[in-house]
């Protein structure tokens, strides 16, 4: 299961989708595309708004300045999640 942790400054994202195998899991594919999306729309707005590692099968964005753009794609980003979690209950978690 995919485990998408959201705290003040901070998300995580964790695990693996588990709806196919590797390579075929189009959950993993969706919160791939929709997060790398989002993220590269924050830098190229402005690369110091946020930093990122996605190392060890994890994506951590941490949130360094708030703007009105940044947070709205941050919420976008989240609520596509949240729309993904409704149709894949058993595969995406989202703790907040």
């Known amino acids: 299961m995919i ?3 959201v705290k003040k400054d901070n998300i995580k ?3 693996h ?3 196919d195998e590797y390579g075929k899991d189009i959950v ?3 919160v791939s ?3 790398i999306t989002t993220v590269n729309g924050i830098m190229k707005l402005d690369d110091s708004l946020i930093n ?3 190392t060890n099968g ?3 964005i941490k949130i360094l ?3 009105k753009e940044c947070d709205i794609l941050i919420n976008n980003m989240l609520d596509l999640l949240e729309e993904l979690k409704e149709q894949y209950k058993n595969n995406i978690k989202i703790i907040k």
């Open 58 to 60: 994890k994506v951590e």
């Open 3 to 5: 485990k998408v942790t």
């Open 52 to 54: 990122t590692d996605d």
């Open 33 to 35: 595309s929709i997060v």
């Open 13 to 15: 994202i964790t695990g």
């Open 65 to 67: 300045k708030h703007t």
């Open 17 to 19: 989708a588990m709806y």
């Open 28 to 30: 993993c594919a969706a």
